[in-house]
């Protein structure tokens, strides 16, 4: 081939370079050209087959066209892929005014149950209250025994028992009945000053339209050395206003009796919370700490005492949130939690209000 020859190849590869209008077309000119069987690629497979004394020109010659054309596609690759970043960025501009389009986030809902726990976490989170679990299967002994409720006690026909299958060894094991058994795992394990609050499952052998074989409570308890009855006043107080949202609520006090508390108060509240004066609402069971139970736990009971209270999640999450039925909470119909779910974004804070 000769050197006008040459000259030819390269302007024509030039050419068809610069007439490439975007990066798939340009890859058939290079592979046509420097590809395995491309033209280029074709003349330097010959090198070798020139007489010696022109090899090295040829070899040049060659090179000089190889290089020439490597440059070419390199450059007008570059430019051809900002072109194509400019015109994705034309097509794609984002409108900012449009609103929000959730896309499966919006269809999705969090069952009013887990809200509800979030706005009382975070309530009792801004009170300096942490989270603590335990397991839904417990042994006797943490559920009852620890709790002052010894074996033969009235006050375990109440809770109508789940109990585990027993091969005759070992603890006997049952679903919780109640999540008390938290403040022994909590008193057992960590050190006072404790602050915590304890959600779960709980089961009792029940059913009808006020009760449901599972269903969930909240356990708080507070271990100190100077804690009394006023602080556990206040904190049911301040968490009641939070989480119904109102400025005050009336609340009464009425003597109860359970084994773990002495004394022992249930709590009501005044309906007029959730805009329905002239009733009482039940919502939860409370007390000071039993001495026996802080004894139980390997804690000195002359030195440190405490509150506890225990609430129906449900209960509540039915009354803020006018449910009416609480076999519906666990249906899984799709059309209730349409209707009473919490758009997934609905994240409850203290300032935007309980309900976010
Ligand atoms: N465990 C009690 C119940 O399930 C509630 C409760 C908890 C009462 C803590 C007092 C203190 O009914």
């Not at 509800?116 to 300096?128: L, N, P, Y």
């Not at 779960?200 to 052998?205: D, F, H, I, S, T």
Request: glycine share 8%.
């Amino acid at each position: 081939m000769s050197t006008s020859d040459l000259g030819q190849l390269e302007s024509q590869l030039l050419k068809d370079i610069a007439a490439a209008t975007d990066l798939a077309a340009l890859d058939g000119v290079r592979v046509g050209a420097l590809g395995k069987s491309g033209s280029v690629s074709g003349l330097m497979a010959q090198i070798g087959k020139q007489p010696p004394e022109s090899r090295k020109a040829f070899g040049a010659a060659i090179n000089a066209v190889k290089s020439a054309v490597q440059a070419a596609l390199d450059e007008r690759k570059a430019s051809l892929e900002a072109a194509a970043v400019d015109a994705r960025l034309a097509s794609e501009r984002a409108d900012v005014t449009l609103p929000v389009r959730l896309g499966p986030l919006g269809e999705g809902r969090i069952h009013p149950v887990s809200q509800v726990f979030d706005e009382v976490a975070e309530i009792f989170a801004d009170m300096g209250f942490s989270v603590a679990e335990g397991p839904d299967i417990e042994t006797d002994d943490l559920n009852f025994t620890r709790l002052n409720i010894p074996p033969e006690h009235p006050a375990r026909q109440e809770h109508d028992t789940f109990y585990l299958n027993h091969s005759g060894e070992g603890a006997r094991m049952l679903l919780r009945t109640h999540t008390s058994p938290v403040q022994i795992r909590t008193m057992m394990s960590q050190k006072p000053p404790i602050r915590i609050i304890a959600p779960g499952r709980v089961y009792r052998c029940d059913s009808d339209q006020t009760h449901t074989p599972m269903f969930h409570q909240i356990e708080g308890l507070v271990i100190d050395e100077t804690t009394h009855m006023g602080h556990l006043k206040w904190v049911l107080e301040e968490f009641a206003k939070a989480f119904f949202e109102v400025d005050d609520v009336k609340m009464r006090f009425r003597a109860s009796h359970f084994p773990f508390t002495e004394p022992s108060m249930e709590v009501d509240i005044d309906a007029a919370a959730i805009g329905k004066p002239g009733r009482w609402l039940e919502i939860l069971g409370s007390g000071m700490v039993h001495p026996n139970v802080i004894r139980n736990c390997g804690l000195d009971p002359e030195r440190y005492q405490g509150f506890a209270f225990g609430m129906g999640l449900d209960r509540i999450a039915m009354l803020k949130y006018g449910i009416p039925d609480l076999r519906d909470m666990f249906a899984a119909d799709l059309r209730w939690m349409r209707h009473y779910g919490f758009n997934a974004l609905d994240l409850p804070t203290i300032s935007g209000g309980a309900a976010g």
